[in-house]
């Protein structure tokens, strides 16, 4: 059976940071497992920057500051001590990515230049032009290649298999290969990413981000924390979803509505634009609902506007999202504005991890980094910069967790794993013999819609009730679908089928967690609870498998310097 | 109602074959999202990879009547009208086919590894203290550090699709040339070295890395960019390096191209008694006079003194 | 209509059909055509690899020489056309001031006031195909051509925009108003090899046969290309390629200009098309 000591699912930053650090153990066997070619993860999509007090733009900037920020950004949601362990690594951890070959843009000194972002009360985000987060992805593959990690691509992970509460080890499709594999694993390190698809067209995210991490682990028994914590990043384009980064605001963009008024004015007065993307998001579906958008219904937008920062401006620091207004609005920002519209980014819920320094479950072997998991350090709402950090720092800290782990673990459960690899064969055939059913796409649509209408931006609990039944009522149907394709090599029906599987779970994980956080909070804004509510809910939130069912439970937000605070920018 | 077709060469991992699906045209569409349409509306089946739709990832790149696009980001309409409403839809060339039109990336990494493409930090710098680096150094590898590894100049390289053994992909010299020119980098002889022999002079010139790049770089140019670097560090000891400097130095004597003696200087007296068939064969039918030498031009003091000026101005 | 004419080192030696040729449809057409007196080599896309700013200046001389004769400038080779847009787009892209500082030195400047165009351009666009179809004597009735474009003529499209680099149709159009059936073969648009001679020389015997065995499998009888070094390329070395790739039909390959007057009533040998490798005699079969 294929053995490995460390096996890092997923090849974001996160994931590749963590195999980086598990291979620098030395003598142990690491793999990367990644369902498409390393380089396509939605780490390349992140535009903006990556936060760190490096004090090169503002030498009065603190790691305190920026752990404040982050706790209020967070709607004191977040973890304090994990936002401090967090925080606290980030400037090193910048520095080591200029080391490792990340391409930072530079002030007049040749250090690493910083630009103001969203929430942030001094300037920290570190960028590459406007295109840092792919600068990082491919400088960590670059590094993975000198260091000849072992990278499985285009292998899908089916299950993570466990025995008594520990990790045996993992079934995989080896799409390439065209076959169900089982692997003996001592830990494993889910960095899969988020799963903004389930709200399928109105998201930012890639086909990808399907959170098939997120439901394995739920499977094995580990909770999803938080995940009615749903980020709406403010600017993404109004047909696609594709994102405009909130660097665009932070370079001085303006947002309008139709009356040529810049509102954020009547919402974050001091903050305007960069006020952070759950009040930017709140105030723009706020300005839509009331009439003074572009457009109606689905169609409907407001305007970013950039053309006072300049031509050359925007060609230096912008160049990419000028050329995806271009493209995909027949917009060229120079001359006019660009209709936006608030879109799915981030979840900033997902694997309940417990120990902030090793990254490590509550399963035996499994730990988790990057978007797919909730340490907490992004609380309610993440700030603009601090995925990007989030997942260097925990990248760096699963993959020596994990290799630590697996240094004393002893030999894997091989038959549980073959046993399961064996069921997964069975699944696959009886899947793709059905004759009759509905289409994969029919009912991810139904998902995307229910989604965005009833668990949106705005949630009441009448929607929320209705979404809850719908949700379920197609994770029966997800019973009867039909994939029309045997052939089992690449079969990429088959993928999709399963990663439907995975949205529907976590959809109904995101429904029950917002039905039941009866407050508004951060990203979670709720028409009929509009205010927070520390007294209740000053917790988070735990959706877990327990004989077949889906149980809420809760667990208390840990506060060390920041007590909970009114919150306005 | 307008009809779009896409006839599709698939691969089911046994047999190659085509496919046609016929759906309605939308306006303002992309190609990506024909292949969509086909995948949720008429065929499930069909594999092709695509991940951010936002032209970042370069997963989607496919080739369209034998032109390699970016899918996500291609406008549809804009190929309709160049081609008209039935396009031929291949995966990239130069790629080993998985299945449809999904090909397989594990040998170009491989490729890559062995080109070093990774940064050699200089000594002076640590992983603690991070690196220093001017802005106008940055902006000297701006343009490279915008590869998605798509793959569209692979698939139309016209050097690549002749034979692939002595050659690397036009990204790969793009990548190194990046590391050469990132002034944190500590390696840049060794790494110009190491491509003199990696196929550094085998490019033919066709342009079509240039052409198909939906990033803006120009794998060509930083191909020319290695080879001038080769010739300043002195591996001048190449067929393609003496032809280069055959052309600069006839400029310089006269202004005009001496092609009797081109060959002599390229590849030496046995190489050119190898080309002794061919050159009779041009001798032949005039085409080629042993007796021409090309006088100075007109004017060729003006040329003495443009290369002189440039020379110092290099200094 | 005219014209500073450049023509191009292999004109003097090689390609010299090309320039008979070139002189001979000029006049019969109209077309003045002044030898820009002390033009250079272009560069030929290898003094690129060995010094840019040389490659960029040298051409800029040639430039400033064509705007001292207040015409614009006419190439008949690909790359000749491609090195001197080249220099001009960087010329008028903001080094204008620097190159001009280098050409003081040999008392000439760049205005940026001479146009850089190719025969096959002018025909299309200056001249037009009507007038062109008019002045035909032998219509090129049953033949069969296949317009090779050659690279340097359509890419990249940023610098060489005078029509679409996936599907031009200029060759295809000079054809037809000559009289001729263009066939468009699955080769038209790719690469011969020339300029990897010496460097990749197998490869480029062996992408000349297959050019040739596409010609051959559209049913072309010929093949005509705007540039001398792809028909050099496909003309000198068709013995090795036909070997290389088995296929033993004889393509012959016409220079732009040849073409164009064999459908004006030259003769192949006014055309200097005897001093061809390949296909001479199916020239004179089919030009009957």
């Not at chain 1, 993928?495 to 599987?501: A, M, P, S």
């Amino acid at each position: 059976m294929l053995t490995f000591d460390v096996l890092v699912i997923g090849s974001g930053g996160a994931g590749m940071r963590a195999a980086l650090e598990a291979v620098r153990q030395q003598g142990l066997s690491v793999g990367l497992m990644t369902k498409m070619f390393p380089t396509r993860s939605a780490t390349g999509c992140a535009q903006g920057g990556i936060n760190g007090s490096l004090q090169n733009a503002d030498p009065n900037d603190s790691i305190e500051k920026h752990i404040f920020d982050t706790v209020k950004g967070s709607d004191y949601l977040g973890d304090q001590d994990a936002i401090e362990h967090f925080i606290t690594a980030m400037p090193d951890a910048i520095r080591e990515l200029d080391f490792l070959g990340v391409p930072f843009s530079r002030d007049s000194e040749g250090r690493i230049a910083q630009r103001n972002f969203g929430g942030a009360s001094s300037p920290r985000t570190c960028f590459s032009a406007d295109v840092t987060g792919h600068v990082i992805l491919h400088a960590l593959y670059e590094q993975c290649l000198q260091h000849g990690v072992k990278i499985l691509a285009d292998w899908y992970l089916l299950q993570l298999v466990t025995d008594e509460g520990k990790l045996s080890g993992v079934v995989a499709y080896d799409l390439k290969g065209g076959r169900i594999v089982p692997i003996a694993v001592k830990a494993v390190v889910i960095a899969t990413g988020g799963a903004g698809r389930m709200y399928w067209l109105r998201t930012t995210n890639p086909f990808t981000s399907t959170g098939d991490g997120i439901a394995a682990c739920f499977e094995a028994g580990i909770p999803v924390k938080d995940p009615e914590f749903v980020q709406f990043h403010p600017t993404g384009l109004a047909g696609t979803g594709i994102l405009m980064s909130e660097a665009s605001r932070g370079e001085g963009g303006y947002l309008l509505n139709n009356k040529g008024e810049r509102f954020m004015s009547r919402y974050a007065p001091k903050k305007m634009e960069l006020a952070t993307r759950d009040l930017v998001s709140q105030a723009i579906e706020t300005e839509i609902k009331e009439g003074r958008g572009f457009g109606e219904g689905l169609s409907a937008y407001v305007q970013l506007d950039l053309r006072h920062l300049g031509r050359e401006k925007i060609l230096e620091r912008l160049p990419q999202i000028r050329e995806l207004a271009i493209t995909f609005e027949q917009v060229d920002p120079i001359n006019e504005p660009i209709p936006i519209r608030p879109s799915c980014h981030y979840s900033m819920g997902g694997i309940d991890v417990i120990d902030y320094k090793t990254c490590a479950t509550a399963v035996d072997g499994v730990f988790a980094a990057g978007e797919a998991a909730c340490v907490s350090i992004h609380g309610a709402n993440r700030l603009g910069g601090n995925s990007l950090a989030d997942i260097v720092a925990f990248g760096k800290f699963a993959g020596l967790g994990a290799a630590t782990c697996a240094k004393q673990r002893g030999a894997s459960n091989e038959s549980s794993v073959d046993l399961a690899a064996h069921t997964w064969a069975d699944k696959f055939a009886a899947v793709t013999t059905r004759k009759t059913g509905v289409t994969t796409a029919a009912l991810r649509d139904s998902l995307a819609e229910i989604m965005w209408n009833n668990v949106g931006v705005f949630r009441t609990a009448d929607e929320m009730e209705a979404a809850l039944a719908v949700v379920d009522r197609l994770i029966a149907e997800y019973q009867n679908v039909m994939i029309p394709d045997q052939n089992k090599l690449y079969n990429s029906a088959f993928v999709n089928y399963i990663e439907l599987g995975s949205m529907l779970t976590l959809a109904k994980t995101v429904v029950l967690g917002a039905l039941n956080r009866k407050e508004s909070r951060g990203s979670h804004c709720r028409a009929d609870f509009p205010s927070r509510d520390d007294d209740n809910f000053l917790k988070h939130t735990l959706v877990a498998k327990q004989n077949g069912e889906f149980q809420v439970a809760y667990r208390p937000v840990v506060i060390t310097k920041y007590p909970p605070a009114e919150r306005k920018y | 109602m307008r009809q779009i077709t896409y006839i599709v060469t698939r691969f089911d991992g046994v047999k190659s074959f085509t496919q046609t699906y016929t759906f309605p045209h939308q306006p303002g569409k992309t190609l990506l999202w024909g292949l969509i349409t086909i995948k949720e509306t008429l065929d499930s089946s069909l594999a092709f990879t695509a991940a951010c739709r936002a032209a970042v990832c370069g997963a989607c790149a496919i080739r369209v009547n034998g032109q390699a696009f970016l899918a996500c980001e291609t406008p549809l309409d804009g190929i309709l009208d160049r081609f008209g409403d039935t396009l031929t839809i291949e995966p990239l060339q130069n790629f080993p086919v998985i299945r449809d039109l999904v090909v397989n990336w594990e040998p170009k990494a491989e490729r890559l590894a062995a080109a070093n493409t990774w940064l050699k930090p200089q000594d002076n710098f640590s992983a603690k203290e991070g690196c220093k680096q001017s802005v106008a150094d940055f902006k000297k590898i701006t343009p490279q550090i915008n590869c998605i590894l798509c793959g569209a100049c692979a698939s139309e390289c016209s050097k690549l699709s002749a034979n692939s053994d002595d050659f690397l992909e036009p990204f790969t010299y793009s990548k190194v040339w990046k590391f050469v020119a990132d002034s944190r980098d500590k390696d840049a002889a060794a790494r110009v070295k190491a491509i003199v022999d990696k196929g550094l002079w085998k490019c033919l010139h066709c342009v079509e890395c240039v052409t198909k790049c939906p990033k803006g770089l120009a794998p060509g140019e930083d191909i020319a960019r290695l080879r001038q670097m080769s010739i300043k560090m002195g591996y001048t000891d190449n067929p393609g390096a003496r032809h280069a400097k055959a052309f600069l130095q006839d400029i310089e004597d006269t202004g005009r191209l001496n092609e009797t003696k081109l060959s002599l200087r390229t590849i030496g007296m046995i190489g050119s008694i190898g080309k002794l068939p061919f050159a009779l064969r041009l001798l032949r039918r005039g085409k080629l006079n042993p007796l021409h030498a090309p006088s100075k031009v007109k004017g060729h003091e003006q040329i003495k003194a443009i290369l002189k000026a440039v020379r110092e101005s290099e200094q | 209509m005219k014209y500073a004419f450049f023509p191009g080192c292999v004109l003097e030696g090689a390609a010299k059909e090309n320039y008979i040729a070139t002189t001979a449809v000029a006049k019969a057409l109209g077309i003045e055509l002044v030898e820009i007196p002390g033009w250079t080599c272009c560069g030929a896309s290898h003094v690129q690899d060995v010094d840019d700013l040389a490659a960029t200046a040298i051409n800029a001389r040639n430039i400033a020489l064509a705007e001292q004769m207040n015409m614009p400038l006419l190439t008949v080779c690909n790359t000749c056309t491609l090195m001197l847009r080249k220099a001009k787009a960087k010329l008028d892209g903001g080094q204008k001031e620097k190159i001009n500082g280098i050409l003081a030195k040999a008392d000439l400047q760049y205005q940026g006031t001479s146009e850089i165009t190719h025969l096959l351009w002018v025909l299309l666009k200056d001249y037009g195909l009507d007038k062109l179809q008019a002045a035909v004597k032998r219509p090129l009735k049953g033949l069969k051509v296949a317009g090779y474009y050659g690279c340097h003529i359509l890419r990249p499209p940023a610098l060489m925009d005078f029509e679409d680099f996936a599907n031009p149709q200029s060759l295809e159009k000079l054809i037809a108003s000559l009289g001729g059936q263009p066939v468009e073969f699955g080769h038209r648009l790719k690469c011969c090899g020339f300029h990897a001679t010496y460097t990749a020389e197998p490869d480029m015997i062996a992408i000349t046969g297959q050019t040739n065995q596409s010609a051959v499998e559209a049913g072309a009888d010929c093949m005509v290309t705007p540039c001398p070094l792809c028909q050099m390329s496909l003309d000198m070395n068709q013995p090795e390629g036909q070997a290389a790739v088995n296929c033993h039909q004889e393509m012959p390959v016409l220079h732009l200009a040849q073409l164009v007057g064999l459908a004006l009533g030259l003769s192949p040998e006014q055309l200097g098309i005897n001093r061809h490798i390949a296909g001479r005699e199916v020239i004179q079969a089919k030009i009957k």
